[in-house]
């Protein structure tokens, strides 16, 4: 776990906050009015934290309300033993904080990567507590005809997932992964994609790799990828979504912004996904962004995030 006063030579200034509510020490950021603006939550992935999204924490508080959740074993927040770090539970996780803790309404959620399941699933279970839902380079599950199969797809023609799936076979997933202190660079700039290698400063770094210091704090880093590259067999079977609250969903409204030099989740296969559930919401192509849009165009997701609140 990241200090709670570490600041990162001042590149994230935001103060640290702290829920309990899910049998873990939570850490997040809530920013900005409480009344007056939009209600913005913004969802990390793998492996990145709270920091992902510090060029717009500070512009879009100074209108609306920002709540920048760390998942369990990522940044700030605790990394405990005996849990599954499943997406299902990270979902419990962040109902905890959101509702039961601060009872947010009004969200617009921001989902990059693995919160994008993560915050569809939250979705889900409270459409009413939902405006609209930016994605970039994720996916959002709403259990439609499909989808499975574009994943599929994706699975098998990803860079990241046929390195996970290699490396799950003769047995270094959990080597690579529980060193993700040390391999972290490799993982987001070459097995990702990041497209501006000139933003690896050693703050940069320090800020990725600070949490996982051991093996222990690498369950949630390795245990995400682990899920489907090694499912558990004996795990029953989802079940399918409440196909009102998917109902409701698809009539929020939605855009899309895509890197197009992903790597891991492939443009060809996630853009198709996202049309499954929004036929006709915007999707906004930046050719020259991989994986992680917050690093590569910042300033471009920023204004696109702007200009959906002010039209919806």
Known sequence: MI????TFDGTWP????????AGFRQHYVDEGPRRGGET????????????????????????HRVVVPDHMGFGKSDTPPGR????????????????????LHGITLVLHDWGGPIGTGFALRHPDRVSRILATNTVLPLGL????????HNFADSSWFRWARAAHADGTLEVLLGNAGHTITHLMLALQTI?????LTPTWVRAYSAHFTGRAQCRGVIRFPQQLVAPDPDAPAPAPPDPAAVAALRGKPALLVQGMRD?????????????????SAPVVELPQAGHFTPEDAPE????????FLQTT
Do not use: K
């Open 3 to 6: 200090p709670e006063h570490e």
């Open 14 to 21: 935001f103060p640290a906050r702290y829920c309990e509510a």
């Open 40 to 63: 913005l939550v913004l969802l990390h992935g793998e492996p990145t934290w709270g920091y992902l999204w510090r060029h717009l924490v500070g512009p879009l508080s100074r209108q």
């Open 84 to 103: 599954g770090y499943l997406a299902d539970e990270h979902v419990d996780n962040l109902e905890q904080l959101l509702v039961g803790e601060l009872d």
């Open 145 to 152: 005809p499909g989808y499975a199969e574009l994943m599929q």
């Open 195 to 199: 497209t501006r290698p000139q933003i």
């Open 263 to 279: 790597t891991a989740l492939l443009p060809r296969y996630t853009v198709p996904a996202f049309r499954l559930g929004y036929h």
């Open 300 to 307: 471009t997701l920023l204004a696109l995030l702007d200009l």
